[in-house]
Every structure is written in C-alpha cells, then in structure tokens.
C-alpha cells in the first residue's frame, strides 16, 4: 500500500508533462500516417508535411508556457502542410489558458488556413466552409469547458479557504472577547471586595491605639469580606464552562437595583460616609438594574482605593420613559496615594457597559478637587422582563 501511494504521489507531480508527451506522441503519430498516406513512395511533399507536423508536434511541449506562440506555429503548420492534429491539440491548449479576443482570433486564423490549404487539393470549398466550423470548433469548446471547470474549481477553492480563514479569525475574536468578558466581570466582582479589605486593613494600620473590640470588629469584617470575596470568584468560576450568554448575563453573581442598598451599606460598615439618594423603581429591567448596579459599584471601588473613605454621595433615579440617572459624587481626599494600584480597566469596561446599552457615561473631577461619575441609560415604556 505505501509503494501504491508513493507510486500515485509521483503520477500526481509529473501528470502534467506525462500529458505533454501523450500528446506530442499522438500529434506525431497522425503526422507521420498523413504522410504515409498519400501515393506509394515518399516525394519531397511528403517530407515536407512530414517535417512540418514534427516541428509542430515538438512545440507541443512548450504548450503551457507560451500557449499563444505554440497555435501560431500549429497554425501556419496547418496553413502550408494541413497538419491538423498539431493546431487542434493547440486550440484546445490556448482555450483552456484564456477565453477571449485572442483565442478567437486564432481560432478565425486557423479556420482559414483550413480552408486555403485543403483548397489547393481541389476539395469542395462549401464542404469545407461547413466542415471547418464544426472540426475546429469542437477542439475550442472543449479547451473552454475544461478551462471554465477548471477556473471554476479555483474560484471555489478560494470561496473554501477565505471562508476558512474568516471563520478562525472570528473564532479567534469570540476568544479574544470572552478574554476581555471575563476579565470585566472578574474585576466587577472581586475589585470591589478587595477594596473594602484594603480600607479595612488600612483602617487598622493608621489607627495603632485602637481599643480590642474595634480590632476585632474590624477583623470580622475583614473575614466576612474576604469569604463573599472567595464565594462570588468560585461562583463566576464554576459558570465559565456553561456560561451561553451573548453579555455576560449568566455569569454569577448577576446583580440587581434592589442589591445597592448591600452595597452601600457595605461601604458604610467599611467606615466611607455614603449619602444615598436611591428611588429607582423596582420595576426597571434586568439589564439596566445590573449596569446600574456595576456603575455605582465601580465608583465606590475607586473610592476606597484613591479616596480614603472620604465623604461620597449616591444618587440613583429614574423612570419608564426618561430613563435612568447614576451619580456618584467624592470631595476631595485628604491622602494623595492610593491603597490599591488601578489601572484603569474598571472604567474602560464601565463605558463599555453603558454605551452597549445606550447610554452616557462621563467621568472627571469637579471644581471642588473631588471626582464625579455620572451615567444616564436608557428605559423604554415597555418592560423588560426578568431573565
């Protein structure tokens, strides 16, 4: 079986010239009976359509590189000694090459010098002004069928292997996606939990003289975040594999408008004084409840990093039909550095979200030094229903 497939392997690379050979084999073969055929003995007529088929025959063999020089030849060699397999197998060649002016004009040339050169013999002329459409004709639409298929074949090769690629460049962006989905909901979830143990830990750390219950308070508080902490990254990481969401919605924990008043509180117990203002119906979508919710998340992340629990007001608001309003407003802190590094993927994300969703977003400081995130999504009249 492999010297089979050895054997095929070496027919497949030398196919093309095993059939120039077949060719010029065959070409020779009619020259020589067309010059054998005529009256007993061999006159300078003979030898002369003889040498003219044979060098018609050997430029066979250059037929693929120059097809358009090879039918010239094979068509003079028609015109002046009737040779008509070399010109035939010439045509074919140049109409599976190219279907166009030239091959028509070639195919005209060699249709009269068909004509011109069995004239001489005193053939009928309207026998051959009949026959010589239909026997160079068939060598023509030949070429042509075979070249069509053939361009055809290419074209859907092409169809196969742009398609190929674009599917793995897609699938390489769905990875590339559910990389950067990840990562979001990652942050969204453990960012903030972090935070509050950093300003727990901090709290600590710039209070040396604090009494027993505060350190143990504050040590509780500390174990309580990091175990929700450890509960939601094993939550999001057991939905990985299953998760069938376009948005991320499936990934857990998935938050809602009702869960702000945790959050808050969580800040508050964390020692930052939040104001909240929070009169968010509790019909709004699912999917505006969540950004809403990781809108004022992220905010108050980035003020337990930067902010130091400084003064922060909250304010959510909104309707069916005018849409929702998220501000989250800090003054000014009294500590430059941060307790936890950023880099600024929480924000990028944030305005993902809400531009995804129709929405506004726009981040900066206010006059008074402090920093303001404020967002506005859209509600439409109609309700969203639960997912």
């Known amino acids: 079986m492999g010297r089979l497939r050895r054997w095929y392997a070496w027919f497949i690379r030398r196919a093309p010239r095993i059939r120039d050979l077949m060719f010029i084999g065959f070409s020779l073969i009619t020259v020589v009976a067309q010059s054998a ?30 097809p358009v020089t090879v039918t010239v030849i094979a068509v003079l060699a028609l015109g002046v000694g009737q040779v008509f397999v070399p010109m035939g197998l010439a045509l074919l060649t140049l109409a599976i090459r190219r279907r166009d002016a030239t091959l028509a004009i070639l195919s005209a040339a060699a249709y009269v010098a068909y004509v011109i050169g069995n004239w001489t013999d005193n053939t009928d002329l309207f026998v051959l002004l009949f026959t010589g459409p239909f026997l160079i004709g068939t060598w023509v639409a030949v070429g042509a069928y075979i070249g069509a298929r053939r361009d055809l074949m290419v074209s859907l090769r092409d169809r196969a292997d742009r398609a190929e690629a674009e599917r793995e460049l897609r699938a390489e962006q769905a990875r590339l996606g559910e990389r950067a989905r990840i990562a979001q909901e990652m942050h969204d979830v453990l960012a903030h939990k972090v935070s509050l143990i950093a300003l727990h830990a901090g709290g600590l750390e710039v209070n040396p003289a604090v009494g027993p219950e505060k350190v143990e308070s504050s040590a509780g508080l500390i174990r309580e975040t990091a175990r929700q902490a450890m509960e939601d990254l094993r939550e999001v990481l057991g939905v990985l594999r299953t998760d069938q969401s376009v948005d991320g919605a499936n990934l857990s924990p998935v938050p809602r408008a009702a869960d702000l008043v945790r959050l808050v509180e969580a800040s508050r117990a964390a020692g930052v004084n939040v104001t909240s203002e929070l009169t968010l119906p509790d019909d709004v979508p699912a999917s505006v409840g969540r950004t809403v919710y990781r809108i004022v998340q992220e905010a108050l992340t980035n003020v337990h990093k930067h902010a130091r629990g400084v003064w922060t007001e909250v304010v959510v608001q909104g309707a069916a039909g005018t849409g929702v309003t998220v501000r989250v407003t800090n003054v000014r802190p009294v500590a430059a550095d941060s307790l936890l590094p950023g880099s600024g993927a929480g924000l990028v994300g944030l305005r993902e979200r809400v531009t995804l969703s129709g929405g ?23 309700k969203e229903g639960e997912r």
């Open 37 to 66: 055929s005529g009256r007993p003995g061999w006159d300078a007529r003979d030898w002369f359509v003889l040498s003219v088929g044979i060098v018609a025959s050997l430029a066979l063999w250059w037929r693929r590189r120059y």
């Open 360 to 382: 506004r977003l726009a981040v900066g400081p206010t006059q008074e030094g402090g920093w303001r995130v404020e967002a506005w999504l859209p509600w439409s009249d109609g």
